[in-house]
């Protein structure tokens, strides 16, 4: 199988361009304006599925953003890899801190890319990384060496919390029936580091609303005298950690799993220097809760972070009024055995029981999910761990994910069948900010590691 | 001189008129898109100096926008008023809380206002109660009433500091000599219990940034380790106040005086009803000082306010973000003896103090004034007493104002004389918030109050 190179080769400029098409569209679910654009991407990762070699293709509707459903069913006593991914993408603001326009793809070379990355809203997540798989498989159906039966699912609202895709899957359990879903939506360590996903934190996000005179105020006039929303809400938030930065929401903890020293131990040798993290970001120092390592805080322990805060006058220039109204949008992520609809609701009854008297508040829950970890004993875990050590020549780390991907707990509670998160992004390529990216060579070395997966997941099945 | 009176009553729609001229105009000094508006409404107010009477009328350069300077001498042997005010006004969002857009002026009645009030921004401060002091003029020059010499200067920068006014007035000493400044802009009790502003606070206004990371970052993947800036500006903010909300930057109440228990009684005699005051603004309960009143709180108290607090993703929906940066607006109102550059030295102190090294601190002070008392024993405000009596029917109360005119300290620094404030508008006129008005019985009654100011004053310093 290795005419897999020759493929990428020889088609490798297309498979850029096509890439760059796909990013050009600003699929943005957030935010309304860009419906139209949602719904082209939509068509477009349609007919590249049908491109490369799906037997059955589907726009499903929703109540929201339509899903692309495609199969490939060559055998039914062959195992079936469901493929998942998103093709809606984060808001692309502050966007006066992009190089190059957010909807614009160009490739550039960096420190961690010397052959280059696309740089682009969508490049690393998740339109280059669905699309590797668009890709693969095109490779296999085109060569003839798809080994199993494969079935795509993609998405376009996991940026604001997959409602459609929990309604979807529960009402289609059979037409998503597989062996393993197959997902990469994940960062791996380095490119000479290889990593799997293994875990991943739940999510609960909400927003808060904090409402103190019926107007704005001028803050001479009343000021000291009224409670003025945007301090209340700062002294709010500011309660939800203590002196540990730990959060003080009471039950907020009770089923966080605390794992043992061994365990500890061992996920501590995973390379990590914490003087490059820092130079990294640029900061003077790590900030977090007492008693953990930087790797445990943003894995295995839950965190409390404001997204966004406004009110009063944020314009140039001063105004000396007390506003009306203070919001924040606040997220939680969560560890496994966290329920988040539970958290949501400790954080609730909370945020309302702490609000003196003199303001009213109004939370609103966004979206959430479960946490989840994969088991590294299974065949997934163990054909995906082969398939890296055939293209990169060593064995991938198991690793935590600080990240969420709340419908993957929904896949194993719905669809019965566990998930393999195969990420080829680095923490560096800034999803979620100005100038994200994805490295080409990471993009290629995603379709090239995809295919092996295929061959020793049907393998390993078989011997099962 | 009741001819006042019938002069009102036969141009009472002139009046009228030429103020929503000048309302129209959207003279916004913090935001330069408006300078062109800004200038013209110079202009504006320098012609209508002209169709007063003045004698001399003069545009007068500074670093910034123009003074307006205008002066009708009769008699060097006799006193000189000197009038203040100003032509800018307030930013007028959040827009889409006014009930009318901000610069086209209606006439609506409200249930505090039957004869009706002018809705527009800068109806009350201080177009409105600035443009009193023209129409009073004209009165008295063209019905031959003047009894002493007057002086002009309306400035176009209040809002923002009035930097230029400091820059102008040691420059222009001899020019500007008087016996007595007269504004008008601040408020009264209400339209049947006159009162006169005796005391302003000081103001301090500054603004803050915060820095964590370079770059906003994915919450997921950095949430929990690595400082969030928003969590730690709500931490810093939180921490200004104590469990009794008094200010806890170390120094911040050294120099404030302390009124004596009589001095307190005194004050709170003013006619006050707690309930009328949380029911005008819909608030469940006041909030501020422990052991003052409300009307301590807000005008023998300096306070601390978040003027506006922004960071991170403000759109609709969700982003999953923490922010590279924080900002907040930060005002303090200071009471008389606290010297304004000292507390913003203070602040900025001990706000870089409490930042954690996981973040960087800016803070860059804005602008600022003194606080001001004016002595109800001098002759100034005697005359003004005397002029609402005659107006009114009633003896004004004194009364310290919660609000700032920074520049009132300069004055007597600079000018050597006291300044005497005769507001007219109200608390419940909304100015520096949407849907700010201006009643047009208080108009017309400042117009009728204004010359016997003139008079009375003229008299009492005759006497001297």
Same sequence: chains 1, 2.
Avoid at 11 to 40: G, H
Wanted: hydrophobic share 35%.
């Amino acid at each position: 199988m290795n005419s897999i190179n020759s493929y990428i080769k020889n088609n490798k400029q297309r498979f850029l361009d096509e890439l760059v098409d796909l990013l050009k569209i600003p699929s943005i679910s957030a935010d309304k304006a860009y419906k139209k654009d949602v719904l082209n991407t939509a068509d477009f990762v349609l007919e590249s599925l049908k491109k490369a070699g799906c037997d059955q293709v589907e726009m499903c509707e929703t109540p929201g953003y339509p899903i692309i459903y495609g199969e490939k069913i060559i055998d039914k006593d062959l195992p079936t890899i469901l493929v998942y991914g998103h093709y809606d993408v984060q808001p692309a603001d502050p966007i006066e801190l992009w190089s190059s326009p957010p909807f614009e793809p160009v490739i550039k070379k960096t420190e961690i890319h010397p052959e280059g990355a696309i740089f682009a809203r969508g490049s690393c997540d998740d339109k280059g990384q669905m699309y590797m798989h668009v890709k693969a498989l095109e490779y296999m159906t085109s060569t003839g060496n798809l080994p199993c039966n494969v079935k795509f699912m993609i998405e376009g609202e996991e940026e604001v919390g997959s409602e459609s895709l929990a309604w979807f899957v529960p009402r289609n359990k059979e037409k998503l029936a597989n062996d393993v879903i197959l997902i990469s939506d994940t960062g791996m360590i380095a490119n000479d580091i290889p990593s799997i996903t293994t875990g991943l934190r739940g999510l609960s996000y909400v927003e808060v609303e904090v409402t103190g005179p019926n107007r704005d105020l001028h803050s001479g006039l009343y000021g000291g005298a009224v409670a003025n929303p945007i301090n209340i809400l700062t002294k709010m938030i500011a309660s939800l950690h203590d002196e540990n930065n730990r959060i003080t929401i009471p039950g907020f903890y009770d089923n966080v799993e605390d794992l043992s020293t061994e365990e500890r131990a061992e996920m501590s040798k995973a390379p990590f220097s914490l003087e490059n993290y820092k130079k990294s970001i640029a900061i003077g120092d790590v900030y977090g809760e007492e008693g953990y390592s930087t790797n445990e805080r943003n894995a295995i322990r839950p965190t409390l972070d404001v997204n966004g805060i406004w009110g009063g006058y944020i314009g140039e220039g001063a105004k000396t009024v007390i506003a009306s109204k203070a919001y924040a949008k606040i997220s939680m992520r969560l560890v496994p055995n966290q329920d988040w609809k539970e958290i949501t609701e400790l954080f609730k009854n909370h945020f309302e029981s702490i609000a003196p008297k003199a303001v009213s508040v109004k939370v609103t829950p966004h979206h959430g999910g479960q946490g989840y970890v994969t088991p590294i004993d299974n065949i997934a875990y163990q054909a995906a761990s082969k398939a890296y050590e055939t293209t990169f020549g060593k064995t991938p780390i198991p690793q935590r994910s600080g990240g969420s991907i709340p419908i993957v707990a929904l896949f194993e509670q719905e669809l019965k069948s566990k998930t393999i998160l195969m990420g080829f992004g680095l923490n560096s390529d800034a999803i979620h900010s100005p100038n994200e990216h994805f490295g080409v060579w990471n993009y290629l070395k995603g379709i090239e590691t995809i295919p092996y997966f295929y061959t020793y997941f049907t393998d390993l099945h078989q011997q099962q």
